[in-house]
Structure formats: C-alpha cells, structure tokens
C-alpha cells in the first residue's frame, strides 16, 4: 500500500497537470535555501569569523593555513546546518501547495470520490508555522546525537519520519474530514503513516531530488490516505460522492 501510494506520487511529479505546481515548489524551495544560506553566512562572518580573529591580532604566516581549515570546516557546517532546515522548509512550503497537489491527485486519480475542501490559507500558514517549530525542535534533538556513532542517522530519519507523516497525513486527511475525525484517523493508522513519513524522509536525505520534498510528500499522502479510507469502512461512509 506504502509502495503504490508513493509511486503514484512519483507519477504525479511530472505529470502534465502538476507541472505548475512543480515549478512554484520547485522554485520556492531554491528561493528560501537560497536566503537561509546567506542569512547562516552573513552571521557567521559578523560574529563566529571575528572571535576566531581575535585570538590571532597580529595575523602570523602560519595561521594562514589555519584560517583555511577553519573556512573549510566553517562552509561545511553551514552546509549541513542548511540540510537539517531542509525538513521544516518543506513543512512551511506543503502549506501554501498542498491543496494545489491534492486537488490534481483527486481529480485524475479518484473522480468518483468527493472531493476535498482547500483549508483557508491563514489557517494553513498557522498550521505550518506551528509544525515548523517542532521539526526544529525534533532536528535538534536529532543533531545533539551526532556524535552517537550508529544512532546520528537513524534519529534523523526516526524524527523526520514521524513528523512529516504526521503533518502530511493530517494535512490530506483535513480536507476531506473534520479535525477531531482526522486526527482519530491519523492515530488508528499511525503505524502506516511512520512508515510512509520514513519514505519521505529517505527521499528528504537524496541531494537535488529532495528539493521536491513537498510536493512528493504531498502527492503520497493523499493517495495513502485515500487507500487507508477504502481499507476502513467506518471512516469511509460519508467519503464518497452520491
């Protein structure tokens, strides 16, 4: 079920009827890790570049060759601090997308169910903003175990996976459902919704191709969804169209 629903989603990425969302995603993604690069840069050479400076005034020939490892070890660190933002990013762009997706999928894909209800957009912002803080928080917990040796990367694709499945799912499943209804759907199948939240987050951790997180994350929850309701009859009665 996880497999087809993400393959489905595969499909959708460069589907006909989704190029225009492909590109705004796409684009909008590269804008913001665009200016979160030069906002991390901007405040390393104003504050961390300065207090390595001062405890060389007087500059020796030798700390040339230190200043470089110390530039290298910097670029790399901001790298990688861009790649842990990369999943709240996504959280904050699935927000203002997600119905433009879901409503492509629903239609191509399941013109016989009803359809979904676009939530307005200051509630989705909300909502993505509120998401937005706890994948920082849960990234941060995640780069305090780092220096775990075998436990850095599974606790990054542990709290990526649970938290993106999390808020993707409860974003499909809102347009179609009543909150208090889709959030007990989301905890009958939250088993699955783990699983499908890891998908995402392997494909979150492929460079260049996780880029299109959002829209990736968007197209497989909505087909999970969809699969989930048809698997539960007691959540699907009043899904489908008459």
């Not at 804008?31 to 570049?49: H, K, P, S």
């Amino acid at each position: 079920m996880i497999f087809d629903a993400a393959l489905a989603s595969l499909n959708n990425l460069f589907a006909p009827e989704t190029r225009a969302v492909f590109w705004k995603v796409l684009g909008l993604t590269i804008a913001a890790l665009a200016g979160l690069w030069l906002a991390l840069r901007e405040t390393f050479i104003l504050y961390l570049w300065p207090w390595f400076a001062s405890f060389f005034p007087e500059m020796p020939e030798w700390t040339g060759w230190l200043t470089l490892l110390f530039g290298i070890a910097a670029s790399i660190g901001l790298a990688f601090a861009l790649a842990l933002l990369l999943a709240p990013i996504t959280a904050i762009i699935a927000g203002l997308f997600l119905d433009d997706v879901a409503e492509v999928v629903e239609k191509r894909d399941y013109p016989a169910d009803k359809p979904g209800v676009a939530m307005p957009m200051g509630d989705a912002i909300l909502q993505s903003l509120q998401f937005f803080g706890i994948v920082i928080l849960g990234n941060a917990i995640a780069l305090l175990m780092l220096f775990i040796p075998g436990v850095n990367m599974v606790a990054f694709f542990l709290v990526n996976g649970y938290l993106l499945g999390r808020e993707f799912f409860e974003f499909a499943a809102l347009r179609l459902r009543p909150k208090a209804e889709a959030l007990a759907f989301r905890a009958k199948h939250s088993g699955t919704i783990f699983l499908a939240g890891l998908v995402i987050a392997v494909f979150l951790a492929i460079p260049v191709l996780n880029l299109l997180t959002p829209l990736f994350a968007a197209g497989l929850m909505v087909h999970l969804h969809k699969k989930l309701t048809l698997r539960d009859p007691s959540f699907a009665s009043n899904l489908i169209r008459q």
